[in-house]
């Protein structure tokens, strides 16, 4: 089956602009996750969902930051007010459940670029 | 809060030779443990996981972990490198102590292996 798609694939934007980056999960995937990679860093948490509500989303860095998910499948993660240091690859992740023991598939990411 | 050390940013190996990378952590509760694979332009590759029970955990490509709740360490393994292997490695721990859902990830290990 297919796995978690993102896209786009690459977004280059200016400084200031407004951004929407989509997730599809795996079908059935119940939970949703949003990461941000940096070069030569791992993944930092972002956002959790289950269902169509955020659960957690301790990990957003402030307030321009936002992610939805209306109807429990696909989820967009929206960056207001761009700014040259939110420039990452931006990872989105998904599990059959929210139970600790499961392995999260992650998606291709998405690399935005803010000049 | 959970946090986890990959002490080597680098690791080179000869093809065909036994390989480790290596992964400490540090929980409140008891930790589940995985490892992920992550090759250029692409998501990060669930290899394995460690959540209770036997300390040698058997993954995918031949890959396997091993478990040591004393030196809060779960380094990966394989017993003959291939050159394929080379990628970005990471290392990730949820706590049972902590309510919240999300992985925290190593910074990585560049696995390069030379033929």
């Known amino acids: 089956g297919a796995g978690v798609s993102q896209t786009p694939s690459n977004k280059v934007t200016e400084k200031g602009k407004y951004v929407e980056l989509r997730c599809d999960p795996i079908?059935?995937?119940?939970?949703l996750y949003w990461y941000r990679q940096s070069l030569g860093q791992g993944p930092e948490f972002l956002i959790y969902f289950q269902g169509t509500g955020a659960a957690d989303d301790s990990g957003l860095p402030n307030d321009r930051f936002f992610a939805v998910r209306p109807e429990g499948s696909v989820s967009t993660l929206k960056i207001q007010r761009t700014e040259r240091g939110d420039s990452a690859v931006y990872l989105c992740?998904?599990?059959?459940?929210?139970?600790?023991?499961?392995?999260?598939?992650f998606g291709p990411g998405t690399r935005l670029t803010v000049l | 809060a959970q946090s986890v050390a990959q002490p080597e940013d680098q690791v080179n190996v000869a093809e065909g030779n036994p390989l480790t990378v290596k992964c400490t952590y540090s929980?409140?509760?008891?930790?589940?443990l995985f490892w992920y694979v992550q090759y250029p332009n692409r998501g990060l590759q669930f290899l394995l996981k460690y959540i209770t029970g036997d300390n040698l955990v058997k993954g995918s490509y031949g890959f396997e972990a091993e478990f040591n709740k004393s030196q809060t360490s779960f380094h990966l393994k394989k017993p003959s490198a291939l050159v394929s292997d080379s990628a970005l490695y990471f290392c990730a721990v949820r706590d049972t102590g902590d309510y919240g859902q999300n992985f925290v990830f190593g910074p990585g290990t560049r696995l390069s292996v030379l033929p």
């Open positions: 079908s059935g995937h119940t939970a």
């Open positions: 992740a998904s599990s059959l459940g929210a139970g600790v023991m499961n392995e999260q598939f």
């Open positions: 929980v409140s509760g008891n930790p589940y």
